[in-house]
């Protein structure tokens, strides 16, 4: 890139982190230390705020990124991304998001204990959600460094490694000095942001085909190389019958994984209601359902205009699909358009990872604060708040995040978001629904159904293409690769509930009848909700 590239991204993201630090700052001030208001934000958002911030958590780097690459390589194949993403929102509407509201209070636990032994259940999804975040936060630790790389010409590794550090410095600073108040707003702007961007990119692609989406397919087939297949399934997971169950489990752990994502969790506590919860949901199904149409809009774009080839060699994976569609759209690589279009996109999709590694560090270090430590911490001891705890927790978990981020540099964001859906599909949807609408359920088939199915999915990840045995993997010299799928969903998903189920049938201990009553009227009502 040029030195105006270079300059004018860096002080449109210089701008962001500045107002994003303001916004931290000024409510640093204008707070109280409860654990209310640092994991809450004092549930007193509205339903339209609490929808744009939701919308601003799930529309990631893997969103703005990482399907617009896919779709750009493998045509149809990379849609899968776009839909079950979205669907996923059916799901967490009709199921999740008014029960969850009534039945807890912070965090996904409270949900669970409320009719458990607390501490083995704590314990158990306090684990279960830091392992989901940290997955969640390489993706976008990935994204900023391949952003940056783009933007320095892809030559500087030391710059991407301090792109990944200076992403996690700043997302503990956002956390531990504004939880979740500051948090919310920086989500709300960051929304309004990369919708506003995605707007006028849809716009530009549209314009240049005059309106005429059939001829935009024809000429992103055409410059595929692939030509008609580029538009038909197949293409990455149509080869053989182990591509075909790797596409059917993405597409489960896809549909299912967003229900039990921590960080989505955790949002619907900011409202004062469950009905709020509900509308919160409605809002950001139309926020979120229009930008992935546009991302296909998008996908298709970069393929059409830049070509996959280009795109590849850019980054193998994709990621930079979406710049470089903004270079070519505003006049190319020397223009004053293209220099000025190429650096806000940049500067959006900084803001996006920024605004997500927020809220999921918020999420991650509420749940090792109000569920593992509160959990596991020796009666009688000298005891800290939960509050200072959960600020240790957030700087731990970007030290964690930032070293797999630069260990995992090379894969595909939207792939990287993949697997941690699966884990939350696996461990954290299960038991969900079980403490939800069974009445037989029993602490022993809740601490199962999570590790049953969190256990499972991390060792096949491990055992998987994704980290030995080809070229693409993270350890490409070695191989221990024996489970051929690159999702572990179709495995895992039904293991945890199975788990579930087997751990509550041959549990010693009677179901508590009266707690779920309980939590039935409450879930159902709001009687009694926080």
């Known amino acids: 890139m040029t030195g105006t590239h270079q300059t004018l991204a860096l002080v449109l993201f210089s701008a962001f982190v500045a107002v994003t630090l303001g916004i931290t700052t000024w409510v640093s001030r204008n707070r109280h230390g409860s654990a209310e208001e640092f994991y809450a934000g004092g549930r007193l958002f509205s339903p339209m705020e609490n929808g744009f911030?939701?919308?601003?958590?799930?529309?990631?780097?893997?969103?703005?990124?990482?399907?617009?690459?896919?779709?750009a390589l493998f045509g149809y194949d990379g849609l899968l991304y776009s839909v079950g993403f979205l669907v996923a929102w059916l799901v967490v509407l009709f199921l999740v998001a008014e029960l969850v509201r009534n039945c807890g209070r912070f965090t996904l636990a409270d949900v669970v204990a409320a009719r458990m032994r607390e501490r083995p259940v704590r314990i158990a999804a306090g684990t279960s959600s830091v392992t989901v975040s940290v997955l969640y936060l390489v993706a976008q630790m990935v994204g900023a460094g391949s952003l940056v790389a783009l933007l320095l010409g892809g030559t500087s590794g030391a710059a991407q490694a301090w792109t990944v550090v200076g992403v996690g410095a700043l997302m503990v600073i956002y956390v531990s000095m504004g939880g979740m108040r500051a948090t919310t707003w920086i989500q709300i702007v960051k929304a309004v942001l990369l919708m506003g961007g995605t707007i006028a990119l849809t716009v530009l692609v549209l314009a240049h085909f005059h309106g005429d989406f059939n001829q935009l397919l024809r000429t992103a087939a055409a410059r595929s190389g692939h030509g008609s297949d580029f538009l038909v399934p197949g293409l990455k997971y149509g080869g053989s019958w182990t591509a075909r169950f790797d596409f059917i489990s993405l597409g489960l752990a896809l549909v299912l994984g967003t229900a039990g994502l921590p960080h989505i969790l955790s949002r619907f506590y900011t409202v004062p209601t469950a009905r709020a919860a509900r509308r919160s949901v409605v809002w950001a199904i139309g926020l979120i359902g229009s930008f992935y149409l546009m991302t296909i809009v998008l996908g298709f774009g970069a393929a059409a205009l830049v070509g996959p080839d280009a795109v590849r060699g850019s980054n193998a994976a994709g990621n930079t699909a979406v710049p470089l569609?903004?270079?070519?759209?505003?006049?190319?690589?020397?223009?004053?358009?293209?220099?000025?279009?190429?650096?806000?996109?940049?500067?959006?999709?900084?803001?996006?990872?920024?605004?997500?590694?927020?809220?999921?560090?918020?999420?991650?270090?509420?749940?090792v604060a109000h569920d593992l430590y509160a959990s596991l911490r020796r009666p009688g001891g000298k005891q800290r708040s939960e509050v200072a705890v959960a600020r240790v927790a957030a700087a731990g978990i970007g030290v964690l995040a930032i070293g797999l981020g630069l260990l995992a540099r090379d894969l595909n964001v939207a792939f990287l978001v993949g697997l941690a859906f699966a884990v939350a599909a696996s461990a954290n949807l299960p038991v969900l629904l079980y403490s939800l609408f069974w009445r037989n359920f029993t602490t022993r088939g809740a601490v199962w159904s999570v590790y049953g199915g969190l256990l499972p999915a991390l060792a096949l990840v491990v055992l998987s293409p994704v980290v030995s045995g080809s070229p693409t993997s993270l350890f490409p010299g070695v191989d221990f690769q024996y489970f051929p799928l690159e999702n572990p969903g179709l495995v895992s998903i039904p293991l945890g509930f199975l788990a579930g189920w087997l751990g509550t049938v041959t549990s010693p201990e009677p179901p508590d009848e009266a707690k779920h009553a309980e939590t039935e009227v409450r879930a159902l009502t709001g009687a009694g909700a926080v």
């Open 53 to 71: 911030a939701i919308a601003g958590d799930y529309m990631s780097a893997a969103s703005f990124l990482g399907i617009s690459g896919l779709i």
């Open 325 to 367: 569609l903004a270079l070519d759209l505003g006049g190319g690589a020397d223009s004053t358009g293209g220099t000025v279009l190429f650096a806000i996109v940049a500067a959006v999709a900084f803001a996006t990872i920024l605004a997500v590694v927020a809220g999921i560090t918020l999420a991650s270090s509420a749940s």
